[in-house]
């Protein structure tokens, strides 16, 4: 093994793959190549040949291109550069926005298909939706991330490296993130400087481990404080159309406000207020959250709800504890209940699953940031005798790979 790595191969791209990568073929052997488009001719240079089942590469040169082929919104990333060099986080900005959403679209309907045995009914209907932004999916990042080299620049991470690339310019970031970051600045000795443009107060810079402060993000009328470290949507637009989503997703006949309704990996109670607002003030509605400043800060977003609660606790061990320990009158509320589940991009997990689904709730909104996790536990609930019955696909992620699905399960 090694032998191929740095060589040019001729390869025909026949499909997307999950994780922005086309698929092609080389004397039978698949090769997983990127900066391409499904149905080009491309010329990709095998970076990776260790595996047996298949190899890695990079489009050096397309010889047939795509008619969804256009520049790129990123040159730092373009297919002209050396794939050492490219930046990373723009895998899809050379391709047409529409045809982007169509991809991701694949991507999670064959996702479903293959892992969930879901072919027909929402799982074949969904459409990506586009967000409100400029029409080439530039412009929406409201934060991000640069890394610093041992010299002290900065700059994105290449494709699948730890290598810093320096940039001139950030096209997907919103106007003040790209004005405030420092490129071209040496930071030396630093990890890396985070750059956000939360609602209020304007842009500001985070340099390695400095200490946290608070921001405020605004969703509509309401207000969310959290630190300026911690986690929110990175789209502009993203904590607002989430949130009708999550209200949308909800079937109105299955939801009981004084049901022991959950909200798991709820961060600072972005999808909580949600529910609450859509449902009234009197909701029930308990919010779990491993990271304890997100869950000071939860308890706070939420005072609004008498019946509202954050909790510090790691998913899992939090409820396999109250699968344990609840009695009869808890279980008859959790039975009633409404979870909307909000997981990290590896998913909630067989364990998770498994144990809320034995809770036998009314309904699970599942809001998922990986289509193959997503399906793998949209399986496992069927499994348990749950049913996916809406579906909406958000495309919160333009010029990348990411696409956000929203799904409501039900039992049946």
Known sequence: MGEWIGRDVELEVTNIAHGGICVARHDGRVIFVSDAIPGETVRARISDDRKKSFWRAD?????????????????????????????????????????????????????LKRMAKLETGVAADVTVEPLPGPADGTGWRTRLRLHVDESGVIGPYAVRSHRVIPVRDLPLAVDEVAETAPLGDRFPGEDHVDVLAPSEGGARLIIGKQARSEITERVGEREFKLSDSGFWQVHRHAA??????????????????????????????????AVGDRFGSTVRITSVESDPDATDHAARNLADWLGANAVTGRVERWVRELAASAGPAERARLEKATVVLDPPRSGAGREVVDTLAGLNPAQVVYVACDPVAFARDVDLFRGHGYELTKLRALDMFPNTHHVEAVGSLTRV
């Open 59 to 111: 489009t050096v040169e397309v010889l047939k291109p795509s008619e969804h082929r256009r520049e790129h919104v990123w040159s730092a990333a373009s297919v002209d550069r050396d794939p050492d060099n490219r930046a990373g986080g723009a895998e899809f900005g050379h391709i047409e926005i529409s045809h982007q959403r169509e991809l991701k679209r694949q991507v999670l309907t064959d996702a």
């Open 240 to 273: 607002v159309t989430l949130t009708e989503a999550v209200q949308q997703a909800i079937d109105d006949a299955l939801f009981d406000p004084k049901a022991a309704n959950l909200d798991l990996y709820g961060g600072v109670g972005l999808l909580a207020a």
